[in-house]
């Protein structure tokens, strides 16, 4: 979806346009700079700044493991002992900060917005790359204020993609904002070299590496033992650092920020996840195949007949029929919807096509496929497309079958 506006001040009357990109929104109502003129070298007699010091993040049987320590240090001195340095971005992205919490914790807020602006203006979620380069292009903005030596950040990033990439990927920057795809593990922050050394250990040569990659070595790590590494290695961390040194020490204070993580198991979503029922339609059938069927209120009353293909006499409508009627209906609501969203006309003849197969499989199980065919005289083919595209994200149908029934869709 594109948004139009004009510049704030707007003598000019200059028409503008958007691609769901929240910092250019920000740029555009001159609301946000990040140019090098806008920061001023610190003082000679600033205050030492506060960091944020250890995180750490690693692959493990069922997902991503993120742990970062609870202190935030200014010098050799304890500022915080409660710090939350892991964060969630979305529900698909979490990020893990070590450096400056007030340069990491505007950025993550920035992102957070951003993610949410982008899924509510495009209609579906930014994908996994482009979450990625966001946060490189903000430490990227970042820069003068880490040549000056204050609010460096240098986080780990770890995310998902349900469509593409359900396995949640591990990715670390350095202070330019170049991004990197941690294979295994990704440390940060003054007490990374130690953490690093740790992880390449336990990984190459323990013989009971946190993720497995062969057949041969014994089983990856699950959730306790993989959560009880991060726990030792901070207290072996809090014994090492000047900031962190102490005798007494509990997991509850210096590593309560772990996150455990879990690849999508696709679980249905209850009752209760549902925020409002907008509508509700029950109806009963009796006799299968081959029997009645009728809506609760008395709108649908319909005598099924089993197919031929099936052993049946193919006389009446079969329940292929009934879901065909009702996906393309609301497909083409969806599509109308998506136009409307984007200033796009749909002409008055704008049609869907919903072709259903009953299909069986080499172990006779019996599957459905689906072809959707939209028509649109006047329209564009790529930009019927596009429509088709964003409007499968926004069906009810399609998403209800969303990893289960293989649709095509064609522009006609």
Known sequence: MNFTGSRPGGADGLRVIGTGDFSELLRLCGTHSAAPENFRAPSVHAPVQTEATTVLSFHY????????????????????????????????????????????????????TSFQYYRRSQLQALSLGAKVRALGKLIKDNLPMTMQGIGAVVPILAARDHTHQPEPS????????????????????????????????????????TRSSCSTLPPSRTVPPAASIAVRMFSRRS??????????????????????????????KTRKEI????????????????????????????????????????????PEHMFALGYSACFASAMQFVAGQ???????????????????????????????????????????????????????????????????????
Not at 352 to 367: S, Y
């Open 61 to 112: 049987k069922d997902g991503v493991l993120i742990a970062g320590d609870r202190r935030a240090t200014a010098g050799n001195i304890i500022m915080y002992d409660r710090a939350d340095k892991v964060i969630d971005l979305d529900q698909d992205t979490i990020i893990a900060i070590a450096g400056s919490p007030a340069v990491a914790f505007e950025m993550a807020r920035t992102l957070q």
């Open 170 to 209: 591990l990715y670390f920057y350095d202070a330019l904002g170049a991004q990197f795809n941690a294979v295994d593990f990704a440390v940060s922050g003054s007490g990374s070299p130690a953490a690093r050394s740790v992880l390449q250990w336990i990984n190459r040569w323990s013989g009971n590496p």
């Open 275 to 318: 925020m409002k029922v907008l509508d509700s339609i029950s109806a009963t059938n009796i006799g299968g195949r081959n029997g009645k069927g009728k809506s609760s209120d008395g709108k649908v009353e319909i005598q099924f007949s089993l197919a031929k293909a099936l052993g049946g006499k193919g006389e009446g409508a079969t």
């Open 342 to 412: 984007k200033k796009i006309h749909l002409p008055p003849d704008f049609s869907v096509t919903t072709k259903v197969d009953l299909t069986q499989t080499d172990a006779n199980q019996f599957q459905l496929q689906v072809e959707l065919t939209a028509k649109a005289p006047g329209i564009e083919k790529a930009q019927l497309e596009e429509l088709l595209k964003t409007a499968h994200t926004v069906c009810p149908y399609s998403r209800a079958i969303n990893g289960n029934v293989d649709v095509k869709l064609t522009a006609a």
């Open 239 to 268: 014994k090492c650092s000047r900031a962190m040194g102490s005798s007494h020490w509990t997991s509850k204070r210096f590593a309560n920020a772990l996150l455990h993580w879990k690849q999508p198991k696709n679980k249905p």
